[in-house]
């Protein structure tokens, strides 16, 4: 079972910050945040991961608490082009572990 | 520009014919992945191999099969289609040691008649 909850839905005005909410209560210390996102009928595209600092890339940025128990993807300008379903997961980094996918947040950003 | 490619990008069958779905890649990935994703579902893992070393997961069942003959092709195999296989099908490859970073392909989205 996923180890991640999401909203279902949110919605965000074009060029606004898109502020992603996930709840990892259960992540145990070896483990990472990872960040993918599914335009509609493409395969996902990873975003971005990290352990317990924030981090920042080209596409968005990770802000996790320090209890590590939530964290928050951010897209600074949303575009139409980032309507999309953004999936939470949280797995360790071993060669056999896998990424286990939950329902993820449908996120329309509106013009 | 590297890529997952995958072919075809829609494909039917009838129930209980066999298909195959293929996908390649040339990001010179040691490890591949197939995913299926139903309908407003996450992707679920079937299986992957490093190199060739296949992985199944458990609950895969054993209709489905999978061949990896060289580095940069991988193949899956569906015996005999019912309707409850009808999905996408995305193959996903990474690199050994940043298995977190997985590159999607477009998928084929598989329809059962």
């Known amino acids: 079972d996923a180890k991640t909850t999401q909203p279902t839905s949110m919605d965000c005005a074009e060029g606004r910050a898109a502020n992603l909410p996930c709840n990892h209560s259960?992540?145990?210390?070896?483990?990472?945040v990872y960040w993918y996102r599914q335009i509609h009928s493409q395969g996902p595209q990873y975003i971005i991961h990290?352990?317990?600092?924030?981090e920042t890339n080209e596409m968005a940025s990770l802000i996790i608490t320090e209890d590590r128990k939530s964290s928050t993807l951010i897209l600074p300008h949303a575009t139409l082009r980032d309507t999309a379903v953004y999936y939470c997961?949280?797995?360790?980094?071993?060669?056999?572990?896998?990424?286990?996918w939950g329902l993820g947040t449908s996120l329309a950003v509106n013009p | 520009d590297a890529m997952v490619i995958q072919n075809p990008r829609y494909q039917v069958t009838q129930f209980g014919k066999p298909v195959t779905l293929s996908c390649s890649q040339t990001?010179?990935?040691?490890?591949m992945y197939w995913y299926q994703q139903k309908s407003s579902q996450a992707p679920k893992l079937l299986f992957h191999?490093?190199?060739?070393?296949?992985?199944n997961e458990a609950d895969t069942p054993d209709n489905f099969q999978s061949r990896r003959p060289n580095t940069s092709f991988c193949f899956l195999d569906i015996r005999s289609p019912g309707l409850g296989d009808a999905a996408m099908y995305l193959c996903?490859?990474?690199?050994?040691?940043?298995?977190?970073?997985?590159?999607f392909g477009p998928g084929t989205r598989l329809t059962v008649t």
């Open positions: 996903a490859t990474s690199r050994l040691g940043v298995r977190y970073e997985q590159y």
């Open positions: 990290g352990l317990k600092n924030n």
């Open positions: 990001l010179n990935h040691n490890v």
């Open positions: 191999y490093y190199d060739k070393d296949f992985n």
């Open positions: 259960t992540i145990s210390g070896n483990e990472y």
């Open positions: 997961i949280v797995s360790s980094t071993g060669n056999n572990r896998k990424l286990i």
